[in-house]
C-alpha cells in the first residue's frame, strides 16, 4: 500500500507561483510513474503533468511554460512548480501514483487563484 500526501496548496493573486509537493510512502518512489491531476467544480478531473520512470517530464498545453514537474527520488517526493496562475487554474490539485497495475491517489490539496 502506498499513501500520497500533497501540500502546499492555498490562496494566490493571479500572475502569482506556488509549488505543491507530493511526499509517497514505501521504497518503491522510484519505480512509479508521478502524476498531477486537477479538478475543478462542476468539471472532471483532468491530468496536468506526468513525470515517468526515465523518461523526460510532461505537462498538458495548457499550463505548458507556466508549470514543471519535477521528482526527488531520494525523498520519494514529486513536485509540481506553478507559475503566472491564472484564475481558470484554480482546482483541487491530486498527486497520483502508478506502479504495475495498481494506482494510488492523495487527498488533494486546494489551489485558488484570485483575479
Known amino acids: 500500500q502506498v499513501q500520497l500526501v500533497e501540500s502546499g496548496g492555498g490562496l494566490v493573486q493571479a500572475g502569482g507561483s506556488l509549488r505543491l509537493s507530493c511526499v509517497a510512502s514505501?521504497?518503491?518512489?522510484?519505480?512509479?510513474?508521478m502524476a498531477w491531476y486537477r479538478q475543478a467544480p462542476g468539471m472532471q478531473r483532468e491530468l496536468v503533468a506526468v513525470s515517468t520512470i526515465g523518461g523526460s517530464p510532461n505537462v498538458v498545453d495548457s499550463v505548458q511554460g507556466r508549470f514543471t514537474i519535477s521528482r526527488d527520488n531520494a525523498k520519494n517526493t514529486v513536485y509540481l512548480q506553478m507559475n503566472s496562475l491564472k484564475p481558470e487554474d484554480t482546482a483541487v490539485y491530486s498527486c497520483?501514483?502508478?506502479?504495475?497495475?495498481?494506482?494510488?491517489w492523495g487527498q488533494g490539496t486546494q489551489v485558488t487563484v484570485s483575479a
Open positions: 497520483n501514483a502508478k506502479i504495475g497495475f495498481s494506482t494510488y
Open positions: 514505501g521504497s518503491i518512489f522510484r519505480a512509479m510513474t
